[in-house]
């Protein structure tokens, strides 16, 4: 099993101002109420930094990396290609790829340019204007464009291609849930999207045959519904996908009325103990390594490769993690099934969306000083690469 890291485009690299994320960011409503913290990514620093931070990396042993291009980077406007972005992300990928890394490509990891969506005025209209991201089926015909032009670009050193990053958690976040921009809360809107992320998906499928494509998915483990656990399982059942990448953070626990559970997974208190005991994160995640061992099992019945693309605790003071690591690597080796690799979330801290540098995931602060786990994640590679 390899070993290595996961990174996104808006919360590693610099502050990126075409980017959806941007605009959501500095709306005066999220401001106001709080939805967003009151700071851009200024502490960011990929672009500049990569090889450091690649080299952080094999100090520890690592050997497998999931990297995001930035869309709204790579085409700030729609037509026309930022060409010192192109040579950016080539010196990018050819240092991982000089430093022995497997590179997986992920074409989306949530945030989109501006002249595809328009996250304020989409809200503020109710998606009657503006640009309409995902809610919009003309995006799944320019993702697709964009799809082929970083495969004939990059496909020198990709070596496993994934078109979305938790799509589900994306679309629930985005039309349901109002979390993520445009912040709508409609069922109609949620389905309408999400059916265009699945075609979207589908459609690169088929352009990329020959490639190892997959889809990186957010697993929580379904304790008490048994409807809501297949309706996590049943969208692997509408795509088409070479290799599925499991990310999987806590549980969800649900009462007889079919409503999560406080006190358990990811909805109990920061800092504090679950129902059952468990330590909690600084997110208020609770740590439950057994559930990855059940994802697992559950994924293994679709008899295709897996890879652990996100695995990760929000720890400012690195209490938890060295327990969260072994722990999770245990539930691995339990499961019996064959993991092909187990990424990190993440190799250092990141912008965490919503609540900005607040949560603190990585095994290196922002300024490189490792936490002590990180010694802790080179030697668990030495012991778990054989499992």
Known sequence: MKFGFSTSAFQFEETNTNSDWYEWLTDDVNLSTGKVVPYLPYMNAYLSKYSVIHDL?????????????????????????????????????KDLKDKGFTIILCLNHFDLPLWIHQPIIARDYLLTKGKLGWYDENTVRKFLTFAKFIRDTYSEYVDLWCTFNEPNILINFSYLSGIFPPGVTSKIAYQKALLNVITAHNLVYDEFKGLKVGLVYNFPYVQGNDRMEKAVYSFLEKVKVDWIGVNYYSRIVYDKNGSPKKGYGVFCQPNSTSLDGNPTSDYGWELYPKGLEEVLRKVSRFY??????????????????????????????????????????????????NFGYEMKFGLFELDFRPRPSAFLFKELVEIYSNI
């Open 57 to 93: 990396a094999s100090k520890l042993n690592a050997s497998i990396w999931r990297f995001n291009p930035s869309w709204s980077r790579l085409f700030k406007v729609e037509d026309k290609i930022d060409n010192e972005t192109v040579n950016k992300y080539k010196e990018i990928l």
């Open 304 to 353: 295709k490769p897996i890879y652990i693309t996100e695995n990760g605790i929000a720890d400012s003071k690195d209490k938890l993690r060295p327990n969260f690591l072994l722990q999770h690597l245990e539930a691995i080796k339990n499961s019996r099934v064959k993991v092909e690799a187990y990424m990190y979330w993440s190799i250092i801290d990141n912008y965490e969306w």
